[in-house]
Nanobody, 123 residues
Framework: QVHLVESGGGLVQAGGSLRLSCGAS????????MGWFRQALGKEREFVAA????????RYADSVKDRFTISRDIAKNTVYLQMNSLKAEDAAVYYC????????????????WGQGTQVTVSS
C-alpha cells in the first residue's frame, strides 16, 4: 500500500507556472511508476504525464507536451509536475497516482490515488 498526498495547486494567471508535488509514504517509492491525471468539472479524468520507477522514462499527453515536465526525487519520495505556459483549459483537479510496473496512460491501470489538488487558471 502507498499513501499519496498532492500539494502545490492554486490560482495562476494564463501564461504562468505552477509546480505540483506528490509525496508518497508506505511501500518503497521505487516500487511504483507514477502518473499525473486531471479532471475538469463535468469532464472525464484524463492522463497528463507519467514517469517510470527510475525516472528514466516519461510519457506526456499531447496537450501538455513541451509545457509540462514530470520528475521524481527518490530521496524525497516525491514526484513533481512542473507546469509552464498554463492555459485556461489546464484548469482542473490534478491527481497523483501510483502503480507497480511500467508507467501507463490510462487511469484504470493505477490502483493508488491521492486526494487531488485544484489548479485554477485565470485569463
Amino acid at each position: 500500500q502507498v499513501h499519496l498526498v498532492e500539494s502545490g495547486g492554486g490560482l495562476v494567471q494564463a501564461g504562468g507556472s505552477l509546480r505540483l508535488s506528490c509525496g508518497a509514504s508506505g511501500r518503497t517509492f521505487t516500487t511504483f511508476a507514477m502518473g499525473w491525471f486531471r479532471q475538469a468539472l463535468g469532464k472525464e479524468r484524463e492522463f497528463v504525464a507519467a514517469i517510470s520507477r527510475s525516472g528514466g522514462n516519461t510519457r506526456y499527453a499531447d496537450s501538455v507536451k513541451d509545457r509540462f515536465t514530470i520528475s521524481r526525487d527518490i530521496a524525497k519520495n516525491t514526484v513533481y509536475l512542473q507546469m509552464n505556459s498554463l492555459k485556461a483549459e489546464d484548469a482542473a483537479v490534478y491527481y497523483c497516482a501510483a502503480k507497480v510496473g511500467n508507467p501507463e496512460t490510462v487511469a484504470v491501470a493505477y490502483p493508488h490515488w491521492g486526494q487531488g489538488t485544484q489548479v485554477t487558471v485565470s485569463s
